[in-house]
Structures are given as structure tokens and as C-alpha cells.
């Protein structure tokens, strides 16, 4: 897996020193975004976790599904969750390594008891170490947090441990990006009690090999497993994926699940467990063999003039908020909330954008890339302004079908009345939209935005 080249200066090691008052860990930073600019050395959180034995179960899953890799099992995964500190939360993430599992686990200011929380991101490795003292953790022993722009650390009774960051994949940040357009999408669809919760999870099948699509519909107070998509289903594709979740089931208040409206393909769903003080969740995607990072739900964003000059100004807006309300951006950016969406949808491709189901709101997080990274490295946006730019996209006479050549080929891309793009090309006969637009689509759009802007007149 591809990975960043990220460069971090440390003033001096992290050191555990014996002083008169007790330990004391100094941890070494490399720096970190704040509310106030970059900062040398902040720190993010310093207190303790409410829930104790919840809170390392929780941990442990957020890390099982950075270790895990659900398709091709017998690869090596990444082991490198994220934490944002965003004023009143924290929030850890991660993807596993085939990029088809999103865990987020939301500790809550009920979950927290200490200091003030800071503002900032930062990536963390969970090793087997420090694994092995979270799955220890009783019931009644004290769990103290840190949290700097460099390191998680855990104390218990038995010791302390320090885990320096590493970089992060870039599919990662490309499956940031996709999982927060799909998330946008979906509607709280059943939330049953934890004793609900317990007897269907368990129920799953938890062989790997198990990739059949799945939907699961609320009848009164039970999960009951469908055959087809009746309205009001959930899509459940691979249970195998929601095996992160058995580690916290005897600590869970409820289970929520999150979805688009029920269709006739396999659709990405969200599966949430209520913890005290906290929140799990962990997002699939459509299909165990494909993970977020190829959906494609960002490229009509990423190919319109108006979305990237909107997300510079509502970037600058942007504070590390907990909950972005868009009509209130809308507002202050003097934008409207459609074009606020395709703002943050943009800036999702740096990694500044999430979306929690729970709260049916953004957030703001920082990672260390910038957007254009995420649109270099996505192929068919690559391919589509190359056509643009070989001239291979020109418009009929009736202004609605515009010719895409492609070597020996033509593609006919037709504009609907609505402004939907339908093309003759294998990628829309398949998937009709579903993993957003085709390479031909893409470069119909581009060209528009081109002649827009250049005042030419519109591709269409």
C-alpha cells in the first residue's frame, strides 16, 4: 500500500522520568494544527476516560479494524488510527487494510474527565504492547489518557506505554473522503436495544469466506434478516465486517444502523453501537472486494470550477468544529447550501472533512495532505482532463450529446434535463452512476467548467 512521505522533527525523545510528585511522561511532538496556526508542541488531552473497560474495548476494536484486512485476509494491513481532538470529543478512526471497513469511535464529553480538549489531528500506532494492556484493563482500574500530536499513550496500574504515529496510506485519505459523500446519504433506519443488539450481531455468520450481500429490516423491536431490498432495509454486504464489533457488546446501551433508501444493488451502511459516554461505528462499503477509495462519489465535486474556489473560502471558515452546520457556513460564505456541500466535499479529499451519522452532521479534522494529492492520484479524474486537454471531448450540434474519442473508440455522453450525464461506454452500462461518473462523463464536465470559464460557451 502506498504510503505519504510525512517528515517528523522531534525536539527530544519521549521520556518516562521518576521526579518527587510521582512519573512523569513527557512526550515529544512534532508540531500540529490548531485554532491559532501551527503549533510547536501542543497537547491535545490529558485526563481520564469515564468508562474504563468500554472505552479500551472500544480502542481495541478501532484497531482490530486497522489490522484487518476482510478481502485477501493473508496480507499485511496498516496499523495506524487516526485522533481528532476537536474541542468537546475525541475521535479515533481508522480504515482496514483492504480500505473497506471506516471504524470510528466518538468518546463524548460525558466519556471524559480531566483537562480541557484541544483541537488537532494526529495518527497513532496501536501495537500488540499496548494491545496487550488495554485487553488486560479491568473493570476498576483507572484509565488515564494523553493525547499529543504524536503519540496515544495509556496508563494503567500495570505501567505506561508510548505509541509513536506513522504515515498515512493514501488510499487512506481517498476512503476519508468517499466514506463522508456516502455517509451524507444515509438515514437512521432501526436502533434496537442492546439485548436486540447482542442476539443478532451474534447470529452473523464470521467466516471470511462469507461475501454474500445481506439485508437486514426492523420488525417491531428485532433485526430480521431479508432476501431482497424492501424499503426501509439495510444493506449488510460481508458480515464478517462487523466482527470488530463483538468486543464491545457487553458494554452496549444500543445498536444503531444507517443507510440510503433501499435499491435494487448493494449499498455502503453504517452499523453503530451506543456505549456509555461514547459512540462505535463502523461504515462498509458496497462490496468486500472493493473498498471506499474507488466509489467515486467525489469526482463530479472535484471536476467543477465552482466547488474548488468555494472550498478555499469555506475552508477558511472552518474551525474545528465538532458539527458544521451548512446552512449556518451557507450563511457566512454567502454560498448556497448545495454549493457548501460540494465545497466540503472537496475538502473531504484533503482529509478536513467527515460526516457522523449520529448527529447527521460534518466535522472538521486536519490531515497532513492538501486536496490536489487525493485528485493526482485518482485515475479516472487523471484520464479525463488528459482527454480534455488532447481535445477529445467535442459537442454536437444539438448541444445534449457530446463525443468522447478514445483511441478507436467514440463515446457519446448525453446531458438530461435535470443535468445528469448518461454515457455508451461498459462503465455506465454496469454501474449506471452507482460508483459516480465514467472517465467520458468526467471530461464532458471538465470541458463545460473550461469553456465556462474561459467564457467559450458550455460542453454539454
Same mark, same amino acid.
Given at each position: 500500500?502506498?504510503?505519504?512521505?510525512?517528515?517528523?522533527?522531534?525536539?527530544?525523545?519521549?521520556?518516562?522520568?521518576?521526579?518527587?510528585?510521582?512519573?512523569?511522561?513527557?512526550?515529544?511532538?512534532?508540531?500540529?494544527?490548531?485554532?491559532?496556526?501551527?503549533?510547536?508542541?501542543?497537547?491535545? *488531552? +490529558?485526563?481520564?476516560?469515564?468508562? &474504563? #473497560?468500554?472505552? @479500551?474495548?472500544?480502542? $481495541?476494536?478501532?484497531?482490530?479494524?486497522? !489490522? =484487518?484486512?476482510?478481502?485477501?485476509?493473508?496480507?499485511?494491513?496498516?496499523?495506524?488510527?487516526?485522533?481528532?481532538?476537536?474541542?468537546?470529543?475525541?475521535?479515533?478512526?481508522?480504515?482496514?487494510?483492504?480500505?473497506?471497513?471506516?471504524?470510528?469511535?466518538?468518546?463524548?464529553?460525558?466519556?471524559?474527565?480531566?483537562?480541557?480538549?484541544?483541537?488537532?489531528?494526529?495518527?497513532?500506532?496501536?501495537?500488540?504492547?499496548?494491545?496487550?494492556?488495554?485487553?488486560?484493563?479491568?473493570?476498576?482500574?483507572?484509565?488515564?489518557?494523553?493525547?499529543?500530536?504524536?503519540?496515544?499513550?495509556?496508563?494503567?496500574?500495570?505501567?505506561?506505554?508510548?505509541?509513536?504515529?506513522?504515515?498515512?496510506?493514501?488510499?487512506?485519505?481517498?476512503?476519508?473522503?468517499?466514506?463522508?459523500?456516502?455517509?451524507?446519504? *444515509? +438515514?437512521?433506519?432501526?436502533?434496537? &436495544? #442492546?439485548?436486540? @443488539?447482542?442476539?443478532? $450481531?451474534?447470529?452473523?455468520?464470521?467466516? !471470511? =469466506?462469507?461475501?454474500?450481500?445481506?439485508?437486514?429490516?426492523?420488525?417491531?423491536?428485532?433485526?430480521?434478516?431479508?432476501?431482497?431490498?424492501?424499503?426501509?432495509?439495510?444493506?449488510?454486504?460481508?458480515?464478517?465486517?462487523?466482527?470488530?464489533?463483538?468486543?464491545?457488546?457487553?458494554?452496549?446501551?444500543?445498536?444503531?444502523?444507517?443507510?440510503?433508501?433501499?435499491?435494487?444493488?448493494?449499498?455502503?451502511?453504517?452499523?453503530?453501537?451506543?456505549?456509555?459516554?461514547?459512540?462505535?461505528?463502523?461504515?462498509?462499503?458496497?462490496?468486500?472486494?472493493?473498498?471506499?477509495?474507488?466509489?467515486?462519489?467525489?469526482?463530479?465535486?472535484?471536476?467543477?470550477?465552482?466547488?474548488?474556489?468555494?472550498?478555499?473560502?469555506?475552508?477558511?471558515?472552518?474551525?474545528?468544529?465538532?458539527?458544521?452546520?451548512?446552512?449556518?457556513?451557507?450563511?457566512?460564505?454567502?454560498?448556497?447550501?448545495?454549493?457548501?456541500?460540494?465545497?466540503?466535499?472537496?475538502?473531504?479529499? =484533503?482529509?478536513?472533512?467527515?460526516?457522523?451519522?449520529?448527529?447527521?452532521?460534518?466535522?472538521?479534522?486536519?490531515?497532513?495532505?492538501?486536496?490536489?494529492?487525493?485528485?493526482?492520484?485518482?485515475?479516472?479524474?487523471?484520464?479525463?482532463?488528459?482527454?480534455?486537454?488532447?481535445?477529445?471531448?467535442?459537442?454536437?450540434?444539438?448541444?445534449?450529446?457530446?463525443?468522447?474519442?478514445?483511441?478507436?473508440?467514440?463515446?457519446?455522453?448525453?446531458?438530461?434535463?435535470?443535468?445528469?450525464?448518461?454515457?455508451?461506454?461498459?462503465?455506465?452500462?454496469?454501474?449506471?452512476?452507482?460508483?459516480?461518473?465514467?472517465?467520458?462523463?468526467?471530461?464532458?464536465?471538465?470541458?463545460?467548467?473550461?469553456?465556462?470559464?474561459?467564457?467559450?460557451?458550455?460542453?454539454?
Amino acid at each position: 500500500m502506498t504510503q505519504a512521505v510525512q517528515t517528523y522533527a522531534y525536539l527530544r525523545p519521549s521520556a518516562l522520568t521518576a521526579r518527587p510528585a510521582g512519573p512523569a511522561l513527557a512526550l515529544a511532538t512534532s508540531g500540529g494544527c490548531t485554532p491559532v496556526g501551527e503549533v510547536a508542541n501542543p497537547r491535545f *488531552f +490529558d485526563g481520564f476516560l469515564t468508562a &474504563p #473497560a468500554p472505552a @479500551a474495548a472500544a480502542l $481495541l476494536a478501532v484497531a482490530d479494524v486497522a !489490522a =484487518a484486512r476482510y478481502y485477501q485476509p493473508l496480507l499485511r494491513a496498516s496499523l495506524d488510527p487516526v485522533v481528532t481532538a476537536g474541542g468537546d470529543r475525541l475521535r479515533f478512526e481508522s480504515f482496514s487494510g483492504c480500505c473497506g471497513v471506516h471504524a470510528r469511535l466518538d468518546v463524548l464529553a460525558d466519556g471524559l474527565d480531566g483537562g480541557p480538549i484541544g483541537h488537532g489531528t494526529t495518527n497513532v500506532d496501536v501495537n500488540n504492547p499496548l494491545r496487550e494492556s488495554l485487553g488486560r484493563l479491568g473493570g476498576a482500574d483507572p484509565l488515564h489518557l494523553a493525547v499529543g500530536p504524536d503519540a496515544l499513550e495509556v496508563t494503567t496500574f500495570d505501567g505506561t506505554l508510548v505509541e509513536k504515529k506513522v504515515p498515512l496510506p493514501d488510499r487512506w485519505l481517498r476512503g476519508f473522503a468517499e466514506t463522508q459523500v456516502l455517509a451524507a446519504g *444515509f +438515514d437512521l433506519r432501526a436502533e434496537v &436495544p #442492546a439485548a436486540e @443488539a447482542v442476539r443478532f $450481531l451474534r447470529s452473523l455468520p464470521r467466516g !471470511a =469466506a462469507d461475501r454474500t450481500v445481506h439485508w437486514v429490516v426492523l420488525a417491531g423491536r428485532t433485526l430480521r434478516p431479508v432476501t431482497r431490498p424492501v424499503p426501509g432495509a439495510v444493506c449488510l454486504p460481508g458480515p464478517a465486517r462487523l466482527a470488530a464489533l463483538q468486543r464491545v457488546l457487553r458494554h452496549a446501551v444500543a445498536l444503531r444502523l444507517y443507510g440510503p433508501p433501499a435499491g435494487p444493488r448493494a449499498a455502503a451502511s453504517a452499523w453503530e453501537i451506543v456505549l456509555p459516554g461514547m459512540r462505535l461505528t463502523l461504515t462498509l462499503s458496497p462490496d468486500t472486494s472493493r473498498g471506499f477509495s474507488g466509489e467515486g462519489g467525489v469526482l463530479t465535486a472535484l471536476a467543477s470550477a465552482d466547488a474548488a474556489r468555494d472550498a478555499e473560502l469555506v475552508s477558511v471558515l472552518l474551525a474545528w468544529e465538532p458539527r458544521i452546520e451548512v446552512a449556518e457556513l451557507a450563511e457566512q460564505a454567502g454560498l448556497s447550501p448545495d454549493r457548501v456541500r460540494a465545497a466540503l466535499t472537496v475538502l473531504g479529499t =484533503a482529509g478536513q472533512i467527515g460526516y457522523d451519522t449520529a448527529e447527521a452532521a460534518y466535522f472538521h479534522r486536519q490531515l497532513p495532505y492538501d486536496s490536489g494529492r487525493a485528485e493526482a492520484r485518482n485515475p479516472r479524474l487523471r484520464v479525463a482532463r488528459a482527454l480534455v486537454a488532447a481535445g477529445a471531448v467535442r459537442p454536437e450540434a444539438d448541444g445534449r450529446v457530446t463525443t468522447v474519442t478514445v483511441g478507436d473508440h467514440v463515446q457519446r455522453v448525453r446531458t438530461a434535463a435535470d443535468g445528469s450525464l448518461g454515457c455508451t461506454c461498459l462503465w455506465w452500462a454496469k454501474y449506471r452512476g452507482g460508483r459516480g461518473p465514467c472517465t467520458h462523463a468526467l471530461a464532458v464536465r471538465l470541458a463545460g467548467a473550461d469553456a465556462g470559464a474561459t467564457g467559450t460557451g458550455t460542453a454539454r
